[in-house]
Structure formats: C-alpha cells, structure tokens
C-alpha cells in the first residue's frame, strides 16, 4: 500500500484515463491512523494525553529530583510552609509533602491501571461467555453478576483491608479488589452488544463453517467490541483511581506508612485550614490525573465513533488554508461514504470496477 | 408557476477525506397532482435532495441553490419557520414505518398531533374524529378503534398506511415519498401503493417519489429524474424515460434488471463497475468510467442537461449518437459457458438435499419466573423439497412464511423436530458430532447484507482462509487456494491485504461467496444474495453465481424477495404461505401459469418496469396481511385473503374452511399445488 501512499494522484489519473482496465486503486489510510488523526483533532483529549504523559514521567522520575524520600523524616521541620529545601512544604511527622505526592500518585495510578484492567478482563469474558451461549451458562453468570451488584463491596474491601491484609503489598489485594467489584455494568453491557452480534451474519457465517465457540468469540466478538473495551479501560482508570482514594481516605484503603493520593488527603483533610498546603497539592494532582483521564477517554469515544463530529465542517481544510494539494490529497485518504448515514468504519477508499463481472463469464 | 421549483440545488457534507458533493445540481419543476420519480443507486443524491428540500440535512451540512414553494424561497428559512412548512404545506412518508412513529402514543393521538399543531383552533374531539376519517381513508378496517392502538399493534404494512394518513392529514401540497414500499412484502407494496396514490388524489398534492425500483416507477411516476453522483443525468416523462432513454447510464439500468416476464436462460447483461466517490469526482462525464461508448471528449467537461426533445433532457456529450440505440447495441451481453451436465435430465441426477415432512416449530412462552408454553408458532409445518445436483431450487413467499427458518434448518444439520433432512444421502439425524461438523464442507451459506456479512476487522485474507484454517488445511495450501478463490469469484490478488469497507457492496458479496466456496460445497444457500446490492451491482453478482454453478457443478438453494431474480436464477421454485408449500414446480410454467390463487397474487403484485405494461396490467391486491403463524385460519391458511374464495358456493367455501388441501398434480411435468379448487379460473 505505500506505493500507493506515495503517488496518490498517478492512481486518479489512471482511473480517468484509462476506464478499459477494471482496476484503479486511490489511498487508503489505516484505521488506526484515521482513529489516531480524530482523536489529535480534539484539543482537550490531547491536553489530556499530555498533562497524563506528564504525571507518569513525574511518578518515575520525580522522586530523583526532590532530594527526599517519602519514609524520610526532616527532624528539623515539622508541619512547614512550602520553602526551597522543601518545596511543597512538610506534615506533622516531617515527611516532605512533595515525594509524598509523587509516591502516592504512582500507588494511585497502578492501582487505577490494575484495577481497571483487571475488571475490563472480567467484564469481556464474563459479558460474551454468557450471551454467546446462552442457556444455562447465561443464566449463571447473570446471576453471579446481579450478586456481585448488590453485594456491599465498600464494606467488604475495608474489612478485608483492616483486617488481615496489611504490609507493602497490602495495595495490591486493594487494588485487585477495586477490579473484582467494578465490572458488573460493563459486563451486563458486553452481553448485550454480544447478543446483538452474535445474530450478524459473519458470527453465523463462522459458526456455520465449522469454527469452535471460543475461537469465534476471540476472532469474530471481541474485535468488534473492543473500542467500547478501550474507552472502559479508560474511564475505568479514572474510576478506580477515585474509588482508592475515597477508601484510602475514609482509612479503608492503602494503609500508613504506604501511601496514596487518598490517604494524604485524608491526612491533610483534618488541618485543612491552617496547614492546606498539606492537602492542596494531593487534591490538586487527583483532580488534575482523573480529568486527564476523562479527556483521553472521551476522546478516544469519539475519535472512534464514526458519528460524533471530529469528522469537521465543510471547507474547513480551505478556511485554515492547510497547505498544498499533496497534503490535501493525503488527508483526503479515508472514506467518504460512511458520513451522511452509512455504517462509517471510515477507513479508506478502493474504487475499482466490480471486475468480477467479466470473471465470471469468462473462465 | 409551478408548485415546487427546485433550482442547482447542492448540498455538500464535511468528511474525513474531505467534502461530499451529495448534491450537484438538481432543477426540476413539479406540478399540483403530478408525480416525480427521482430514481437512482445508493449514494446518488435522492434522498438527500428530499431532506434537503424538507430543511432536515443535518447542521454540518451545506445548501445553496434555491427552492420555492408557491413562489415563497424555503431555503435559508430557520428551523421554527420550517416547521409550519413540514407536516403541512409539504408531507413526507419515510421508508421504515417503525421508526416513522412514536412507540408509547396511540396511532390517532399522533395523527391528531399533527392536526393540532398546524390548526390550533381545531377542537381536540375534531382533530380526533380527523384522526379516524383518514385512518380509514387509508383503510385501516375498524378505524375508530383500532385509532387506540399503539404502534407495535400494526403490521408494516398497516403502519406504513397509518404513516400516509398522518401525511395526508393537512392537505400537504407536496408529499414526498422515500422508499415508501422497499421495507415491505410485495404483496403489500402493492396495497401501500395503492394507498398512497388514494392519498395523492384525496389531497391534490404533487408527489415526489423516491425509490430504486423501475418498477414502482413505471406505474406511478408521471416524470422521472435520474440522478447519478449527485447530478440529474437525464429528465423527462415516464414514456421517454422508458422507452426513448438517451443516457447510456439509463439505458444500462433499464436492462440490466432482470424481467419478471421474460424468460431466464440468457445471462443478464452487465453494467460494468461502481458508482463514483463523490469526494473525487474525476473531470468529465462521471459515467464515463463505466460507459462502453466514452470517448476522450467525455473525460474532458461534465456534460450538462441537453434537450433531446420537448420535455425530455439528457446530460451525454454524444447525445446524438446514444439516442435510438437499443441496451444491446451499447452493452455487450456476457457470455456463459454450459457444462455438460446441462444436457442430463433432471431424474436421472443424484439428490444432494431432501427435506421429508420438515417441521419447526418454535413455543410461545409467556410468564417471568415460571414460563409456560401458550402457543406454538408453525415457522414450517410440514415441507418436501428435493435438490438435485448442479439445480437451483428458488423458496419464494412473503416474510413470515418460514423460508429463513427452512434455509437455517438445513444449515444447523441436525435432526429436526419432525420429518428427515438428508444431505448428500446422509440423514442428519443419524450423524455424530464429528460427522456433522465435516458436513459443514458441504453445505455453505452466503448471505443477503455484504456490510454483515464479512468481518469487519479482518482482512479479506482472514476471511477467506477461515474455513480452511478451521477445518486444518496446512499454512501452503491455504494461501494457494484463497488465491484460487479469488480468482474465480473475479476479485484481484493484491486485495488480500484489505478491509472489508474498502469494497463495495458487490465486492464485498464476492468476498462472502469465495470464503462459502473455499471447502469445495457442493450445497450452497443463498440467503437473499443480491437484495442488498444496487440493480446494477446485482447482475454481476448473478452471473457469477450461475458461472460458478455451471463450473463446478454447485446446487443452490436460493431465497430472494424479487421474484424476477428467482425467475432468472432458478430451475425450479417452490411458493411457501405460512409455513407450507402451496405451489412447486418448473420456474417458467410457474411464473407463466400459476395454479395457486396465492402464487398468481404474488406474481402480478410485482411491477414491471415498463409504463404501458404496467399501467394495462390487471393487479390482484390481497386483502389483508399475512396471518400470524401461531394462529392460522383453519382449514386451508390462505382461505383468509384467498380472492378466489369469493367465488366460490357456499358449500365448497366450507371445503376450504374445514381441510388444508395437500399438493396435487398439475399437467404431465412436476408442478404442483396446494389447493382444492385448482380447476376452477
């Protein structure tokens, strides 16, 4: 395809000038391009994916710039103002707030990531197993799933997290349960989509020609459904990284002298007023990681649905006067017959004669 | 001055590879009372032009040109101001009746809304009484009671009618009709037409028509436009259109559809290619790609609407030459090669698939937590059918016949509720699991939707090579043979690597016939194969099915709603009604002397392309739709909108009323039907 890529206007010339041949390819572009070109369209998604970019390499590398760790203790400086040796100034054990807010940012994080993955996982099997087969397998998991919606999941994550599970790994079982009570509305979405694709005529077409159930699920269901998978497993992040820092406030979550995000605001709630540097910087960086999230989720939403508007208006390549025709030529690669009402997968074009006509006579 | 007068009408819509020219240019004039077909494949701008016309393209799209209602400009007119305009002045009938009317509001109550809205001074009880006067109008029977009903209580046919009379409603000026009949059974496209033509004459208004079927044109339109990429290529009345076409691309329609009431045993001929991408539309005639008679003059300027004689116009740089030219002069009819096999008489070929007695009934089950069984829908209550090799078998019928759950029946190979199913001698009964799962090999399906019927996410490689990684084939061999395939279906080598979007939609059923032919079947099921395809897509497909039969010796068992195509493509055809086959038989002396009152109703509810054809033929409209198959008349099923009935003395209606007639002999060859007063005219 790079040839083609390359002499986009060789391939219209040849289709004008030479109709007799029943073959005259233009670009294409990849989905994933086309998916990647929408979403950079959206200013606030790219803020997003930007300000995200920035709190991870902040979370590596942070800790080496501060000059402090988080377990340290300046005996010198108890409950300080934010000043040059310590920047976001300390807490009443004299911890630095800063390597604090960048230790509990990254536990934040990995729990979110984990978290969210791991219901993402659950909610996929969980969701096309049971619409696929139906029956008896379906009416099982329905169940487990109804179950595990009404179950109290704060209550039995704080017992489990005060109780027996303590030490450094003790974010991990948290993180592990946020995943395990947080996929039930995806899932029951996941079967629903299922049920509607399992009717298509590729899914009968598979099962027709022999395919086992899983392999028609992994092949045929799941690709289909991923970009809503993708969009959960963002917002989901977001979702687990508010969800650990609820229960780490309320002390249910990650447990002293680990910390996250949570549990620092939770510390610094209780001086808020008259040590609030304690408690602005967590809250600001939270507000700041969940946002960013949403951003990239929402634009990835609409960088994958043919629907939404990252499509642009009319003329507007002409009105910011983008460039030469080469890059018109190049920008003009996806397809045009999904917008006014087709099914829109925007891809690429192929326009060539239906050349089988004459196959079919002829052979 | 005319009523409507639509000038250089052009709509554009933004999109990723840059603007769509939907619209290029549409003129044309309508008159009170008169009807204009705008006629053309998908993606050719009609429906466009009608939203635009109504105010109801979307807000990222562009309009300009002009369009006049009675002298009054309604371009540029806001949103509020339209609304006066629509459901008023100018009415509109959409293609799917379901989506047409609101679920949770009785179907009087949203047609006195309408009332309402535009006469506020109207009492509530007149507008309702309105409401019923039009509903039965329409002839929705009982009207001041089924006025109560909701929406979901109607059958399409019933909703669309509801639809009409909620267009007919104000006394609209302009109905504009888009695809009224292409969601519904022939049969009752026949009725909604006849409705709609009723609406026409109660009201005065002048119509415009929007549709794909010649057909429906033919016998309703009094003007035709037809558009292709956006522009109207040729204009004029329905006789000039018909019968003194000067467009080549007008010309390439008319005869590439197949004929209900020509014989079939000629390959049909072929529009060669795709409609344009109206993104990049190449300089010039933009049929010139397509048409056998393009000369470089062609690919030079748009040819623009030339007079060819009072009233009738085409967009062709070599007007003179084209007109008077006859379809087979300017396109060349494809050859078919004939194998041996042709020559064998039917008996003396091998039985590939036999249904004995097949039943399917599906429990109607009703209750939360404990479901109990109410009733029993009868999809197929009994059916014989027999295949030979290399034949076509055609299952034709209304929707809710039972001819998908026929087809589904034999593609799950197992024992059915009742009766035998035999393929290749093997009873499916009797196989194991293994067994019946290299059975697959033999038995293929290919599907109505190209869009659904191919994976999207996978390349047109995966696809293909599937079945054969399914069933083991080694790594070598696999590319080989989808290679092979490729070939035959006559799609290029180098589209491996591609998605299923960057077809079009006759590509794409290609790439779902080769992935059906990849196991070497020696069964194939067509589900509706080409009723999704544009008509000048679909004689390609065709021919290629038929080219394929004949090359290696396939035997089809094939379901279509357009009764042409089934009497071009079938050996024989079988007529279901409600779960049973009521007429079987050779497919010339079916379609040319129907024995079956319901066969001879489904034949002539079909339009011909062809005004004078069309306008002389007399139609039998059933009343009526079809029954629901948990509750069918008893005695024979049809007896409820059998218009033979009537004929009858009371005794011998009883007849019909008390036993279901079975299939009985017609004449000396194998045609057959299920009725107790075949004898009679």
Not at chain 1, 34 to 45: D, G, P, S, V
Not at chain 2, 296 to 320: F, I, M, W, Y
Request: aromatic letters at 6%; charged letters at 20%.
């Amino acid at each position: 395809m790079s040839e083609d890529l390359s002499h986009p206007l060789d391939a219209s010339d040849e289709l004008s000038a030479d109709a007799s041949d029943d073959f005259a390819v233009v670009t294409r572009i990849g989905h994933g391009r086309l998916t990647l070109r929408r979403f950079f369209r959206n200013k606030l998604a790219v803020f997003g994916l930007c300000g995200l970019a920035l709190l991870i390499l902040l979370a590596i590398f942070g800790p080496m710039l501060t000059g402090w760790d988080y377990l340290e203790i300046d005996k010198r400086a108890f409950l300080k103002a934010p000043s040059s040796s310590h920047w976001l100034g300390t807490t009443r054990t004299g911890r630095d707030v800063l390597a604090l807010t960048l230790h509990g940012m990254s536990r934040s994080l990995i729990i979110g990531f984990v978290a969210a993955t791991l219901s993402t996982l659950l909610s996929s099997t969980v969701g096309t197993t049971s619409a696929y087969f139906g029956g008896w397998v379906e009416r099982v998991l329905l169940w487990v799933t109804d179950l595990m919606l009404i179950v109290p999941s704060l209550l039995i994550i704080g017992v489990t997290m005060r109780g027996g599970l303590s030490g450094n790994m003790a974010w991990v079982a948290l993180a592990f349960m946020l995943g395990l009570f947080g996929w039930m509305t995806t899932g029951r979405v996941v079967r629903s989509l299922t049920l509607s694709l399992k009717n298509r005529e590729y899914v009968l077409a598979a099962k027709y020609m022999g395919l086992p159930a899983w392999r028609i699920i992994i092949r045929h269901i799941l690709p289909n459904i991923s970009s809503l998978m993708i969009v959960d497993l963002t917002l989901g992040v977001g979702y687990a990284v508010l969800g650990e820092t609820g229960l780490s406030f309320l002390g249910l979550g990650v447990q002293a002298p680990d910390t996250s995000l949570g549990t620092l605001i939770g510390e610094g709630a209780q001086m808020a007023v008259t040590y609030s540097w304690i408690f602005l910087s967590p809250a600001a960086v939270l507000v700041f990681l969940v946002f960013c999230i949403n951003a990239i989720g929402d634009g990835i939403r609409d960088a994958l649905d043919p629907s939404s508007q990252s499509g642009g208006a009319v003329g507007r390549k002409l009105r910011k006067g983008k460039g030469s025709a080469e890059k018109q030529r190049a920008d003009a690669a996806g397809v045009s017959a999904g917008l006014p009402g087709g099914t829109g997968e925007a891809g690429g074009i192929v326009i060539m004669e239906d050349s089988a006509t004459q196959g079919g006579g002829s052979q | 001055m005319s009523l409507l007068s639509v000038r250089d009408l052009q709509v554009t819509f933004p999109s990723e590879a840059g603007d769509v020219l939907a619209v290029r240019g549409v003129s044309f004039d309508l008159e009170r009372g008169r009807t204009l077909a705008l006629v053309g494949e998908s993606g050719s701008g009609k429906s466009v032009t009608s939203l635009a016309i109504m105010g109801l393209h979307p807000d990222s799209a562009t309009v300009s040109g002009s369009v006049t209602l009675d002298g009054v400009e309604l371009l540029g007119k806001s949103d509020a101001e339209m609304s006066k305009i629509r459901g008023n002045r100018i009415a509109m009938v959409f293609q799917d009746p379901l989506s047409a009317l609101t679920p949770v509001y009785s179907v009087g109550d949203q047609i006195a809304e309408t009332i309402l809205i535009h006469n506020p001074e109207t009492s509530k009880r007149a507008a309702w009484e309105r409401a019923v006067e039009l509903l039965d109008i329409v002839g929705i029977p009982d009207a001041a009671e089924r006025a109560r009903a909701f929406p979901f209580e109607f059958s399409g046919g019933m909703r669309q009618r509801v639809v009409i009379a909620m267009a007919m409603a104000n006394h609209p000026d302009v109905i504009i009709a888009d695809e009224p009949t292409t969601a519904l059974d022939v049969t009752i496209q026949a009725q909604v037409l006849e409705v709609l033509q009723r609406a026409q004459a109660e009201t005065g208004a002048a119509m415009i028509l929007i549709t794909h079927d010649l057909g429906v044109v033919a016998g309703y339109a009094d003007e035709v436009t037809v558009m292709y990429a956006g522009r109207p290529v040729e204009q004029g009345s329905s006789d000039d259109i018909f019968y003194q076409p000067a467009m080549p691309y007008t010309i390439g329609l008319l005869g590439t559809v197949p004929r209900l009431d020509h014989k079939s045993g000629e390959p049909l001929p072929i529009l060669e290619g795709n409609p344009p991408d109206v993104v990049h539309l190449p300089p010039g005639c933009p049929f010139a790609p397509r048409c056998p008679l393009a000369a470089p003059e062609c690919h030079t300027a748009e040819p623009v609407l030339r007079p060819v004689t009072a009233g009738h116009s085409a967009a062709c740089v070599k007007l003179a030459e084209v007109v008077g030219k006859g379809h087979s002069e300017i396109f060349p009819l494809p050859a078919l090669e004939r194998t041996a096999l042709a020559g064998v008489p039917r008996a003396e070929r091998d039985t590939v698939l036999e249904l004995v007695g097949l039943h399917k009934h599906f429990p109607l089950l009703k209750g939360a937590l404990y479901r109990r069984q109410v009733g029993v829908v009868k999809a197929v209550d009994g059916i014989d059918l027999e295949l030979k090799t290399g034949e076509t078998l055609g299952l034709v019928g209304e929707s809710g016949s039972g001819k998908s759950t026929t087809l589904l029946e034999i593609l799950e190979l197992l024992a059915p509720q009742a009766g035998r199913i035999v393929v290749l001698g093997r009873d499916t009964a009797t196989l194991t699991k293994k067994e019946r799962r290299a059975m697959r090999k033999d038995v293929q399906v290919v599907f109505q939707d190209p869009m659904a019927a191919v994976d999207p996410r996978m390349t047109v490689f995966d696809i293909i090579a599937e079945p054969l990684q399914a069933f083991g084939w080694k790594k070598a061999d696999v590319e080989a043979r989808v290679y092979e395939l490729l070939q035959l279906v006559g799609l290029r080598a180098d589209y491996v690597d591609r998605f299923p979007q960057h077809f079009s939609g006759g590509q794409r059923q290609r790439i779902g016939i080769a992935r059906a032919l990849a196991l070497n079947p020696s069964i194939l099921v067509l589900d509706e194969p080409v009723s999704a395809l544009d008509v000048s897509i679909q004689a390609g497909v065709i021919n290629l099915l038929e080219a394929l039969q004949h090359q290696l010796h396939l035997s089809y068992v094939i379901v279509a709603h357009d009764l042409a195509v089934i009497r071009h493509i079938s050996d024989r055809v079988a007529v279901m009604y409600l779960g049973s086959i009521v007429e079987v038989g050779e497919v010339n002396t079916v379609y040319d002397a129907p024995a079956h009152p319901y066969t001879q109703a489904l034949i002539s509810a079909i339009p011909i392309p062809d005004p004078n054809v069309e306008k002389a033929r007399r139609r039998i409209v059933l009343e009526g739709d079809l029954p629901s198959p948990s509750d069918p008349p008893p005695g024979c099923k049809f007896s409820s909108r059998c218009p033979k009935l009537a004929l009858l003395s009371e005794s011998q209606q009883a007849k019909c009323h008390a036993t279901l007639p079975v299939l009985e002999q017609i004449g000396s060859g194998d045609h057959q039907a299920a009725c107790h007063f075949l004898k009679l005219p």
